[in-house]
């Protein structure tokens, strides 16, 4: 009796678990039919599957718009940013962690840094923009240098409770041995940062990747500068008559990130988990 | 006296490796925010070179005005709907994917997806689902309010603009709190169930205690989202129908750079993130007091 109960609870379970499958999947698998379809086709029927597999619209994107050019900007852009971010936070975040306890400066700099993370963007959006077009900066070189401004707070924040928890023995050897401070840091330290490094690099990569704000605000005024999301956005903008034209512009626009998390599953939740848990 | 070098040559370096982060801190966030709040004391308009200093003039006209009101009305009211669907759900969907299961990591790779996806791609997805997919089907089963778009009516857009959200915005929280739930003593579980407590008991005592920091987490993160939300707005609704989505962000956004009223803008928005610290400070005080750690 009460395994039978027991079944019955674990195959509502599953189909539960199913359920949430489908609908995870439906829109994209709505989204992949329609862009196979002519406007012919799609005026017929909306669920029907395709007459025959027809790659005509994804073709005409990729071969006759800006695309490859803004994938190549949003991975330029998303590269550089995240290489900044791993360059600049590592760093101040080891002075912080060590010096933090002997000299005041650093304690309040912690502190300095802290504070912007209660900030929401919306408040400095405006002036930032003003300071950016002030200083020539409404560019591709220009946005990824804001990037790494604005990760400098919550990766502080991460990688300073991380640092603290190495133990500084090793360090001291190395001071011992007559090593300078920058090569036991590049030497000893970075390498042993490796875990909240992919945590910082993947937060800061998908949110640098799926962007739209940023991007609208520094980069809308010429196709050559835009990124995938401004692409999307703007292509919608002009072919809104044509549906399965539309359509299609919305896996080529995930393809990218779509490769990238087959292959990188695994690292890209543990890397997002690690920040919010055990940091 | 070599010693006294060593020291010399730590401190400087340990100097300049704080300077970069410093000075693009300082350049791009302090001074746009420090400005920012300058500004909001003026008439600029964000376009001319002169303006006069009125100062709090512009936070009282935000205050008063109805289109301010609707904004903070139309994200407390978004809020607490995304905080209590995501919140929940993930909750549930973790403690499942968390229990002894089949393919745990093939649904989790499936749940999980959404999270990497653009929010703008998302809302566009979403927007031609809700004009072309559900209304066939309330048609067909004649549901009054499935028959039209969801996005058509100023009372259903904000629901509309809610399931956009909570199809890919579960994603993080639901890894969040299935990590959450590594924490949690299996001996205590195990030693209670033994003890003969009952499911739920074990969850209130046990599990949920436990849980709670990354709750916390979570309940801030999918807040400040709430609070702060701009993607899904543009994609879906861009404010309408008749203002009645368009959200602080958008409303921010608005007065900037399309109505030409910059200062207005950032009153509004320096509001806006005392409201976000505010909350953000009295949630993590509250969990703070109730936390086992």
């Given at each position: 009796?009460?395994?039978?109960?027991?079944?019955?609870?674990?195959?509502?379970?599953?189909?539960?678990?199913?359920?949430?499958?489908?609908?995870?999947?439906?829109?994209?698998?709505?989204?992949?039919?329609?862009?196979?379809?002519?406007?012919?086709?799609?005026?017929?029927?909306?669920?029907?599957?395709?007459?025959?597999?027809?790659?005509?619209?994804?073709?005409?994107?990729?071969?006759?718009?800006?695309?490859?050019?803004?994938?190549?900007?949003?991975?330029?852009?998303?590269?550089?940013?995240?290489?900044?971010?791993?360059?600049?936070?590592?760093?101040?975040?080891?002075?912080?962690?060590?010096?933090?306890?002997?000299?005041?400066?650093?304690?309040?700099?912690?502190?300095?840094?802290?504070?912007?993370?209660?900030?929401?963007f919306t408040v400095k959006m405006l002036p930032l923009i003003k300071v950016m077009s002030v200083m020539n900066m409404l560019n591709i070189p220009g946005l990824v240098?804001?990037?790494?401004?604005?990760?400098?707070?919550?990766?502080?924040?991460?990688?300073?409770?991380?640092?603290?928890?190495?133990?500084?023995?090793?360090?001291?050897?190395?001071?011992?041995?007559?090593?300078?401070?920058?090569?036991?840091?590049?030497?000893?330290?970075?390498?042993?940062?490796?875990?909240?490094?992919?945590?910082?690099?993947?937060?800061?990569?998908?949110?640098?990747?799926?962007?739209?704000?940023?991007?609208?605000?520094?980069?809308?005024?010429?196709?050559?500068?835009?990124?995938?999301?401004?692409?999307?956005?703007?292509?919608?903008?002009?072919?809104?008559?044509?549906?399965?034209?539309?359509?299609?512009?919305?896996?080529?626009?995930?393809?990218?990130?779509?490769?990238?998390?087959?292959?990188?599953?695994?690292?890209?939740?543990?890397?997002?988990?690690?920040?919010?848990?055990?940091? | 006296?070599?010693?006294?070098?060593?020291?010399?040559?730590?401190?400087?370096?340990?100097?300049?490796?704080?300077?970069?982060?410093?000075?693009?801190?300082?350049?791009?966030?302090?001074?746009?925010?420090?400005?920012?709040?300058?500004?909001?004391?003026?008439?600029?308009?964000?376009?001319?070179?002169?303006?006069?200093?009125?100062?709090?003039?512009?936070?009282?006209?935000?205050?008063?005005?109805?289109?301010?009101?609707?904004?903070?009305?139309?994200?407390?009211?978004?809020?607490?709907?995304?905080?209590?669907?995501?919140?929940?759900?993930?909750?549930?969907?973790?403690?499942?994917?968390?229990?002894?299961?089949?393919?745990?990591s093939f649904f989790r790779g499936v749940y999980f997806f959404p999270a990497v996806v653009s929010m703008l791609t998302v809302g566009l997805i979403f927007n031609e689902?809700?004009?072309?997919?559900?209304?066939?089907?309330?048609?067909?089963?004649?549901?009054?309010w499935m028959s039209r778009s969801l996005l058509s009516s100023s009372k259903t857009a904000i629901y509309a603009i809610l399931i956009t959200n909570v199809w890919q915005?579960?994603?993080?929280?639901?890894?969040?709190?299935?990590?959450?739930?590594?924490?949690?003593?299996?001996?205590?579980?195990?030693?209670?169930?033994?003890?003969?407590?009952?499911?739920?008991?074990?969850?209130?005592?046990?599990?949920?205690?436990?849980?709670?920091?990354?709750?916390?987490?979570?309940?801030?993160?999918?807040?400040?989202?709430?609070?702060?939300?701009?993607?899904?707005?543009?994609?879906?609704?861009?404010?309408?129908?008749?203002?009645?989505?368009?959200?602080?962000?958008?409303?921010?956004?608005?007065?900037?750079?399309?109505?030409?009223?910059?200062?207005?803008?950032?009153?509004?928005?320096?509001?806006?993130?005392?409201?976000?610290?505010?909350?953000?400070?009295?949630?993590?005080?509250?969990?703070?007091?109730?936390?086992?750690?």
């Open positions: 009796m009460s395994n039978k109960l027991k079944k019955m609870k674990k195959t509502a379970l599953y189909l539960f678990l199913i359920i949430g499958v489908i609908i995870i999947a439906y829109p994209i698998y709505l989204t992949i039919i329609t862009s196979m379809k002519t406007p012919q086709e799609l005026s017929r029927s909306f669920f029907a599957l395709p007459e025959r597999l027809n790659f005509d619209n994804f073709i005409a994107i990729l071969t006759d718009s800006d695309y490859p050019r803004t994938v190549l900007n949003t991975l330029t852009i998303t590269v550089f940013a995240s290489l900044g971010t791993i360059a600049v936070i590592p760093m101040v975040s080891y002075a912080i962690a060590r010096s933090m306890r002997e000299k005041r400066y650093y304690k309040y700099l912690y502190f300095f840094l802290l504070a912007g993370i209660f900030v929401p240098i804001v990037y790494i401004s604005s990760a400098i707070c919550e990766g502080v924040f991460l990688y300073v409770a991380f640092i603290q928890g190495i133990p500084i023995e090793l360090e001291e050897a190395a001071y011992i041995d007559g090593a300078t401070t920058r090569r036991t840091f590049v030497n000893i330290i970075f390498p042993l940062l490796s875990p909240m490094t992919a945590t910082v690099l993947i937060k800061n990569g998908l949110w640098f990747w799926n962007d739209f704000l940023l991007p609208l605000l520094t980069l809308n005024k010429s196709p050559d500068y835009w990124t995938l999301t401004l692409f999307q956005y703007n292509f919608k903008m002009t072919h809104a008559i044509n549906y399965p034209m539309i359509f299609a512009a919305f896996p080529l626009s995930m393809l990218p990130i779509m490769v990238f998390y087959v292959f990188m599953q695994k690292k890209i939740i543990g890397g997002l988990t690690n920040g919010a848990v055990k940091g | 006296m070599k010693k006294k070098k060593r020291i010399t040559e730590r401190n400087i370096t340990m100097f300049a490796f704080s300077v970069p982060a410093t000075v693009l801190y300082i350049l791009f966030f302090i001074y746009p925010v420090g400005a920012g709040i300058y500004y909001s004391l003026t008439d600029w308009n964000g376009l001319t070179n002169n303006y006069h200093f009125i100062g709090i003039k512009n936070y009282v006209s935000v205050l008063r005005s109805s289109r301010f009101q609707n904004a903070i009305r139309f994200n407390f009211k978004y809020t607490i709907l995304l905080v209590v669907s995501i919140v929940g759900l993930s909750l549930i969907m973790a403690l499942i994917l968390n229990s002894k299961i089949k393919a745990k689902v809700f004009f072309q997919v559900l209304p066939p089907i309330g048609q067909l089963l004649h549901i009054e915005g579960i994603a993080i929280p639901t890894v969040l709190l299935m990590a959450g739930l590594q924490n949690v003593p299996q001996e205590l579980v195990e030693s209670a169930s033994l003890d003969g407590a009952r499911k739920w008991n074990i969850f209130k005592s046990i599990t949920f205690p436990f849980l709670l920091p990354v709750l916390t987490v979570v309940t801030v993160l999918v807040i400040k989202d709430g609070l702060t939300i701009y993607d899904y707005i543009v994609a879906l609704t861009n404010g309408g129908p008749g203002g009645a989505t368009e959200s602080t962000a958008l409303l921010i956004y608005n007065h900037g750079f399309k109505e030409v009223n910059f200062s207005l803008g950032i009153a509004e928005a320096v509001i806006v993130t005392v409201i976000i610290c505010f909350i953000s400070f009295i949630q993590i005080a509250f969990s703070n007091k109730k936390s086992v750690y």
